[in-house]
């Protein structure tokens, strides 16, 4: 699995001009799936993401996780980060997980966060949706995990 983590203010999906998913401050998760992904890989990601210490404490440290500041959670399915644009100039996305698997993974994924924050602290994503994705990055702060070098 991989995901982009976006510490946010607030972060918005919306599908067809409405909103299906939001949070406050807290993190942005932009969800992949691969091929070889399992609920192994879910849970060792989740685990990874939620004990980060990328949040400020009152010293100005990033010492606190997401449960330390009372965090919220958007988390967003997003294909394209299995991209591999090695050859050519059409990014290829056949690393990434088929519509089966990846949904199954995303829904395990965000019952997870949601068991860790509660699902009222938890905005999901439509899986397969054509998105729109608004947030106001706080910092600006972002980091790439993928659970291959994890």
Request: one cysteine or more.
């Amino acid at each position: 699995m991989r995901a982009l983590i976006q510490r946010v203010t607030q972060a918005n999906v919306s599908v067809s001009g409405e909103s299906v998913g939001s949070c406050g401050r807290g993190l942005l998760v932009l969800l992949g799936v691969g091929h070889d992904d399992n609920e192994a890989t879910a849970t060792k990601l989740w685990n990874k993401i939620s004990g980060l210490r990328i949040f400020e404490d009152e010293n100005g440290k990033t010492n606190l996780s997401l449960a330390d500041v009372a965090g919220e959670a958007l988390v967003v399915s997003q294909f394209t980060l299995y991209a591999n644009c090695r050859r050519g100039r059409r990014p290829s996305f056949t690393d990434a997980a088929g519509p089966e698997l990846a949904s199954n993974l995303y829904e395990r994924f965000c019952e997870l966060v949601e068991a860790d924050l509660g699902s009222e602290r938890v905005g999901r994503g439509i899986f397969g949706a054509m998105m729109e994705v608004s947030l106001v990055n706080d910092g600006p702060f972002t980091i790439w995990l993928d659970t291959a070098e994890l």
